[in-house]
């Protein structure tokens, strides 16, 4: 009985350090209903805007304006979004000769850069609960 009661107690202990929370991302502002979202989760600082520094990276069909999408399985830490839509299906985000986007994008926070990309605490938000955020594209 004891062996019991202690593995039920470990298994308590497990879930209850591993809880997830889910996170609904509202885009707004989407001018034209086509394309895909692709949308970048990240962690850290040191790695914002990097491939190799995305925490999951999502993609899904835009089909209305405002789009909702929700995101499942997240610890308790802190994130930033970067994204864009895809309008052409090319799999990039397609720039000027400046590097300005040509297509609708937007970081968590609504954050605007001017002349240059925002930092990771520029775009920062804690996750401790379910959470909703709206991001709205810039075009």
Aim: overall charge positive.
């Amino acid at each position: 009985m004891k062996y019991l009661i202690l593995i039920f107690a470990i298994i308590i202990g497990q879930n209850a350090y591993s809880q997830t929370f889910g996170l609904t991302v509202t885009i707004t502002n989407i001018k034209i209903i086509k394309g895909e979202i692709k949308l970048a989760i990240y962690t850290e600082n040191k790695f914002f805007l990097q491939k190799e520094g995305e925490y999951r990276r999502i993609a899904f069909k835009i089909t209305q304006s405002p789009q909702k999408y929700i995101i499942t399985n997240l610890p308790k830490g802190d994130y930033a979004i970067a994204l864009f839509q895809d309008e052409n299906s090319d799999g990039k985000c397609n720039t000027n000769l400046l590097g300005v986007p040509k297509e609708g994008y937007g970081f968590s926070n609504n954050y605007k850069p001017f002349l240059s990309s925002p930092s990771f605490s520029d775009c920062k938000f804690t996750i401790n609960d379910n959470k909703a955020l709206t991001i709205a594209l810039i075009n």
